[in-house]
Nanobody, 125 residues
Framework: EVQLQASGGGSVQAGESLRLSCAVS????????IEWFRQAPGKEREGAAC???????YYSDSVKGRFTVSLDNVKNMVYLQMNSLKPEDTAVYYCAAVPLCYTGSNYQGTPLDVWGQGTLVTVSS
């Protein structure tokens, strides 16, 4: 069974950094793309950062240059390093196994998506 579990959220000040972790099990990283999504209150779900099965990374324009997604094959972990955080980064962050990387707003999802629970990131000014 494919499972993902995100952790590492918290409250930080603008300009600070935070690293989210996603523990994955039940599949190998060449089988799925792992993506970090986020959803702010009252807004659509956004695809923020994706790591595909070939090790390529993709980022939405809103996080490009500040966020980095990476993989630790030994620990079966995917990380999202978030630097220079802004108040507009405040959201619940989810990691998911998806058939195709999607970076941008208004993610509709597919029946093949597998989601972990979210972790809340709050950035204050």
């Amino acid at each position: 069974e494919v499972q993902l579990q995100a952790s590492g959220g918290g409250s930080v000040q603008a300009g600070e950094s935070l690293r989210l972790s996603c523990a994955v099990s039940g599949f190998t990283f060449d089988e799925y793309n792992i993506e970090w999504f986020r959803q702010a209150p009252g807004k659509e779900r956004e695809g923020a950062a994706c790591l595909n099965g070939l090790g390529n990374t993709y980022y939405s324009d809103s996080v490009k240059g500040r966020f980095t997604v990476s993989l630790d094959n030994v620990k079966n972990m995917v990380y999202l390093q978030m630097n220079s955080l802004k108040p507009e980064d405040t959201a619940v962050y989810y990691c998911a196994a998806v058939p195709l990387c999607y970076t941008g707003s208004n993610y509709q999802g597919t029946p093949l998506d597998v989601w972990g629970q979210g972790t809340l990131v709050t950035v204050s000014s």
